[in-house]
């Protein structure tokens, strides 16, 4: 259980364009999915968190109007990246996590989406 | 405010001699603490969770961990290592529930197991 999928697995566009990366949850509802980016050979770092229904909340140096997040349902999140440059080129990794016990949750990551922007 | 520090950036063990993984965190609230690995062109998989309840955490493949508060620790270990354990683990400090989480990623650690 808690399988979280991201399509696509890896995207390459030209400067300028807009991407689109969908993260699904497939056999549990998200109340929270999380967006974070991932340079090579260093750690995540986490660009926004949102809840379903609701604004992302987007950590502190990341621009909400170049990277929009839409958490449409219980199982989708979408992020778009606007007027992407070389710069964007990134590993996006999505997760999701749902109420356990308690208040305390886990997330549960998708496979990532690798961006190369030319 | 809340940080997490991965003292090791890579680790070389013997198959079958013990792992050693270490993780030191800060946090102004009781935090969540979590180990996940990462496989080469795999997504990020728990391995195992802290979350208020018994200090020695048992997670899969044989890995457990101990959340030690006087020493703010919460080291990895597995008594013997499998070239599959060969990857990068990191340590992670969660604070709060459902969208008010604050979520912080250790640097990681790149586990080499040498057969």
């Known amino acids: 259980g808690a399988v979280v999928s991201q399509h696509p697995s890896r995207v390459i566009c030209k400067s300028g364009t807009s991407v689109k990366i969908e993260c699904r949850s497939l056999?549990?509802?998200?109340?929270?999915m999380f967006w974070y980016r991932q340079f090579p050979k260093q750690s995540l770092m986490l660009m926004a968190t949102?809840?379903?229904?609701?604004?992302?909340?987007?950590e502190q140096g990341v621009e909400k109007d170049k990277f929009l997040i839409n958490h449409a349902s219980l199982t989708l999140s979408t992020l778009t990246v606007t007027s992407a440059h070389p710069e964007d080129s990134s590993f996006y990794i999505c997760?999701?996590?749902?109420?356990?016990?308690?208040?305390?949750?886990?997330?549960?990551f998708g496979p990532g989406t690798r961006l190369l922007v030319l | 405010a809340q940080s997490v520090t991965q003292l090791d950036s890579h680790v070389s063990v013997s198959e079958g001699t013990p792992v050693l993984l270490r993780c030191n965190y800060s946090?102004?609230?009781?935090?969540?603490l979590f180990w996940y690995v990462q496989h080469p062109n795999k997504g990020l998989q728990l391995l195992l969770k802290?979350?208020?309840?018994?200090?020695l955490v048992k997670g899969i493949n044989g890995f457990e961990a101990e959340f030690k508060k006087s020493e703010t620790s919460f080291h990895l270990t597995k008594p013997s290592a499998h070239m599959s354990d060969a990857a990068e683990y990191f340590c992670?400090?969660?604070?709060?529930?459902?969208?008010?989480?604050?979520?912080?990623f250790g640097t990681g650690t790149k586990l080499q197991v040498i057969p």
């Open positions: 949102s809840n379903e229904g609701s604004k992302a909340t987007y």
């Open positions: 946090s102004s609230y009781s935090p969540s």
């Open positions: 802290y979350t208020s309840a018994a200090t």
């Open positions: 992670v400090v969660s604070v709060g529930s459902g969208g008010y989480q604050k979520v912080t």
């Open positions: 997760s999701a996590s749902s109420l356990g016990t308690g208040k305390m949750e886990t997330q549960y």
């Open positions: 056999d549990f509802q998200a109340t929270t």
